[in-house]
């Protein structure tokens, strides 16, 4: 999960005399069950079946496996944009709310985010099929005369996935839209601006940190999803993550499952450094 | 000093955890209510031999791979697909099968290999829910007839014997002229219902798909129609053509427990073990001497009682383009 972790109170603790011993246990076990695991994967890559770069040869030249890439670019897109226009108002209704509802509406928020995902995609499942709730419903109130197509497609991996991102624009906004202060909106309604101008001139702006923050981040947790995608989605609309899991499970080609992998764990890292380039909240403060 | 005593502690835990695990032993198959049914007959072996069997799942030939590779297998029986099976003893993943354990004189000789024998064996038939729909498609072709039988219809989405096979058969190959597989015909044939297929990737996922009528129609496992058909719900097999291919046991190489192992294999495939297994499925025996234990009504729903147009998908044959044939199969669903 990419997360800007290194803030400048971080920095400090870990100038900070002998206190580096603490980090260590934790980064032991990073490197020991992650990094050297990933790297041992990725080699594969480039050792298998023989050593060279057919596997990335024959990803990155098959129009079949670009369309992988681009369906995997276009969903975790639809997911970011659909998650920063419904999160924004929630997370601002949220920041203005008396702080005795807004706990309990975050609670709602958060306790969605702890029941089981593969629980949601399913009932998410139920929902949308062509003979859900959803559906029966427009078609005994008479709104639509056959079923709408809403899942095993673009549309049902778009809403199960919004779903389950939603919170984390929300979370990261709601901080950034708190500590901005009112005063400074009056100010700009008393200086004649309307709602409209308030809003893409003053708030927008002083909120952009937050919401690059959280937009970023799901688009990141997006592009590497796979329980979601693989249950809502068809085949044609296949992501990333699940060419992967068929080379892996499926095929038993490591090596074209490890190039998958790195392409991307690439794509990934050139957007965090992005976020920290541009983006990064601390700085922006 | 400390990076040593942390590896010292995770060596005497893992350590103590392999000790503890010396008595027992783990299978693993695909879950659902096939498995299920196949820890009546592990049950029954812990009964008789005192080794506790540990239900793990679903098999997965990657994590499989993993641990014979880096020489930790904690799987030592495994149900996989027997075109696998077969692949997989030659491509040396496997323990040779003792077979001063395992008694192979009463086993279906077709599934029998010096790396693995048969566990079951399936069909997949043409699956229709009776309450969803007017007339429900009998036949392969049928079930590629998109104007005879509109709307969804749902087939296994995994690159395995079935689904190209039942192509060809829709397009008109005669049973025995299937193999080798025409490929290219057979994409063509299923590009003409690609829009109108749900795939499934589990069995219970096909169950749910066809109770729900969200797709009221396709390509089963004849077990799988079995057990929706005791829950109430219409489900009708037809056995047109009913296409065959068995799931195998096989020991993963550098098992710790390969003796516990053949000794689980032989009891998981005697007569006694078959025939339950069989009762509780829909699924057919592969212990020669099955047949005869079960009742009539159950012996006749089997799969080998439907030999009439059956076709045996051919496990030589995927087990040498199983590779060939997934590349392609993925690459076409993805497109």
Redesign the interface.
């Known amino acids: 999960m990419v997360m800007s972790a290194t803030t400048d109170g971080g920095q400090r603790t870990l100038r900070r005399d002998g206190s580096f ?1 603490y980090v ?2 934790g980064l ?1 076990l990073i490197v020991f069950f992650f990094v050297v695991p990933v790297l041992m994967l990725l080699m594969r890559s480039v050792l298998e079946p023989a050593p060279g770069l057919q596997n990335y040869v024959e990803l990155l030249g ?1 129009t ?2 670009l ?2 890439f681009m369906n995997t670019f276009i969903v975790a897109g639809l997911v970011t944009v659909v998650s920063v226009l419904i999160g924004y108002p929630v997370a601002w209704l949220l920041a203005i709310m008396p702080d005795r509802w807004s706990r309990l509406v975050l609670a709602i928020i958060i306790l969605s985010m702890w029941t089981n995902l593969l629980a949601r995609t399913y009932a998410w499942m ?1 929902l949308l ?4 709730v959803i559906n029966k419903t427009l078609l005994s109130l008479g709104i639509i005369d056959k079923p709408l197509s809403l899942v ?1 497609n673009l549309v049902g991996v778009t809403i199960g996935m919004t779903y389950i991102m939603l919170p984390f624009v929300i979370l990261p906004l709601i901080g950034v839209l708190k500590s901005i202060d009112p005063a400074i909106l009056r100010a700009a309604a008393l200086c004649g601006a309307n709602k409209r101008q308030c809003f893409a001139r003053v708030l927008l702006p002083l909120s952009l940190p937050g919401l690059a923050a959280g937009a970023l981040m799901v688009f990141v947790m997006s592009l590497g999803y796979y329980v979601t995608p ?1 249950l809502l989605g ?3 609309n ?1 992501m990333l993550a699940e ?1 992967v899991a ?1 080379f ?7 090596g074209m ?1 490890g190039a998958a992998a790195l392409v991307l764990l690439i794509v990934t890292l050139v957007l965090y450094a992005i976020q920290l380039k541009f983006f990064n909240p601390n700085r922006a403060r | 000093m ?2 040593h005593t ?1 590896i010292a502690l995770f060596a005497i835990a893992f350590g103590f955890a392999g000790q503890a695990n010396a008595a027992d032993m783990v299978f693993t198959s695909w879950g659902g209510t096939t498995q299920d049914a196949q820890k009546e007959y592990a049950d029954s072996f812990t009964e008789n031999t005192k080794i506790n069997v540990v239900q793990d799942g679903p098999t ?4 499989l ?1 993993a641990m014979i590779e880096s020489g930790n297998v904690t799987w030592d029986v495994v149900d996989v697909e027997g075109d696998y099976a077969v692949q997989a003893g030659k491509a040396g993943l496997l323990e040779k099968l003792d077979f001063t354990i395992i008694d192979k004189s009463k086993l279906d000789p077709r599934f029998v290999t010096d790396y693995s024998v048969g566990s079951f064996y399936y069909s997949f038939v043409v699956g229709c829910n009776k309450d969803a729909v007017d007339t429900c498609p009998k036949t392969w072709a049928d079930l590629f007839d998109t104007t005879k039988f509109p709307g ?1 219809r749902t087939f296994y ?3 395995a014997p079935g689904v190209i096979e039942a192509a060809l058969l829709a397009d008109g190959v005669p049973a025995e002229k299937l193999y080798p597989l025409d490929l290219d015909r057979a994409f063509k044939k299923l590009d003409t219902i690609k829009a109108d297929i ?2 499934w ?1 589990s069995g219970a996922q096909s169950q749910q798909l066809l109770a ?3 797709a009221p129609y396709g390509s089963f496992w004849n077990g799988r129609l079995t057990a929706l058909a005791l829950t109430g719900v219409t489900a009708e097999t037809s056995w047109a053509n009913n296409i065959t291919a068995a799931d195998s046991l096989v020991v993963p190489k550098g098992t710790k427990n390969k003796e516990a192992a053949m000794k689980f294999i032989a009891h998981a495939t005697s007569a006694e073990s078959q025939t339950n297994f069989a009762a509780a499925t829909g699924y057919a025996p592969i212990n020669l001497d099955s047949p005869a234990l079960m009742d009539p009504d159950t012996r006749n729903s089997l799969p080998d009682k439907k030999a009439e147009g059956q076709v045996n998908a051919d496990m030589n044959y995927w087990a040498e383009h199983r ?1 060939e044939i ?2 392609r199969w ?2 076409w ?3």
Not at chain 1, 248 to 254: A, H, K
């Open positions: 011993g260590a246990p032991l098959s079949t496996y369309r992988v139920v099929q062509r003979t859900g095993n693989a068809g085949t044609s296949m060419l068929q892996v499970q499926s095929l038993v080609n490591w499952g | 400390k990076k942390i997965d030939y990657g994590k791979k969804k989405k995994w690159s749900i795939w990737d729900s009528a969200e590779d997934g590349k993925y690459a669903q993805a497109k």
